[in-house]
T-cell receptor
Framework: EAEVAQSPRYKITEKSQAVAFWCDPI?????LYWYRQILGQGPELLVQ????????DSQLPKDRFSAERLKGVDSTLKIQPAELGDSAMYLC???????????????FGSGTRLTVV | AQKITQTQPGMFVQEKEAVTLDCTYD???????LFWYKQPSSGEMIFLIY??????QNATEGRYSLNFQKARKSANLVISASQLGDSAMYFC????????????FGKGTKLSVIP
């Protein structure tokens, strides 16, 4: 069964340090999403890509967060500098297109659990 | 803007019994989709069931069914014959079909199945 790959699985970093997360969507999935899930909350969208283009990054804290999907395949989410409040699960998801998403939702990766100390 | 409200932070159910997890939503869209996801302690989000706003019949997927009451703006998840492996967080989510196909999630309900 096809999966969305994410790495690392866990990351501990000191505040003010830089950290990066990687996501490889299911082959052929044009749409890629990064969500942040704070403990005890539901996931919240950070950024949405369609191929290599950003569709929506209105919720991305651009002073410290950046996201790219250079070749329209895998994607990297970076935080610099990390703050204590960034501790959360970062989930990547992909979908074929909007129509299919309505029927099957997205496919999520296993996430990267970030702890900032 | 869309909003999902899950008012049950935690629920307990006896093994083999049925349980209903509540979800209400708010949207100004005419066309939208409602989803339920399961999140075990390992962290991944597992898609369970989908209901379109124009679907007249309630969605069912195996032991999962969605009790859709459009006038009340509710989309409750019913799990029949609960199993120990059903213990997890459950999230209700809404997707606008107006173009962005983004999911907006509720805060979730933690379900614990008791042997």
């Amino acid at each position: 069964e096809a999966e969305v790959a994410q790495s690392p699985r866990y990351k501990i970093t000191e505040k003010s340090q830089a950290v990066a997360f990687w996501c490889d969507p299911i082959s052929g999935h044009a749409t890629l999403y990064w969500y942040r899930q704070i403990l005890g909350q539901g996931p919240e969208l950070l950024v949405q890509f369609q191929d290599e283009s950003v569709v929506d990054d209105s919720q991305l804290p651009k002073d410290r967060f950046s996201a790219e999907r250079l070749k329209g395949v895998d994607s990297t989410l970076k935080i610099q500098p990390a703050e204590l409040g960034d501790s959360a699960m970062y989930l990547c998801a992909s979908s074929l297109d909007g129509t299919v998403s309505q029927l099957y939702g997205y496919t999520f990766g296993s996430g990267t659990r970030l702890t900032v100390v | 803007a869309q909003k999902i409200t899950q008012t049950q932070p935690g629920m307990f159910v006896q093994e083999k019994e049925a349980v209903t997890l509540d979800c209400t939503y708010d949207t100004s869209d005419q066309s939208y989709g409602l989803f339920w996801y399961k999140q075990p302690s390992s962290g991944e989000m597992i898609f369970l069931i989908y209901q379109g706003s124009y679907d007249e019949q309630n969605a069912t997927e195996g032991r999962y069914s969605l009790n859709f009451q459009k006038a009340r703006k509710s989309a409750n998840l019913v799990i029949s014959a609960s199993q120990l492996g059903d213990s997890a967080m459950y999230f209700c989510a809404i997707m606008s079909e107006a173009g962005s196909y983004q999911l907006t999630f509720g805060k979730g309900t933690k379900l614990s199945v008791i042997p």
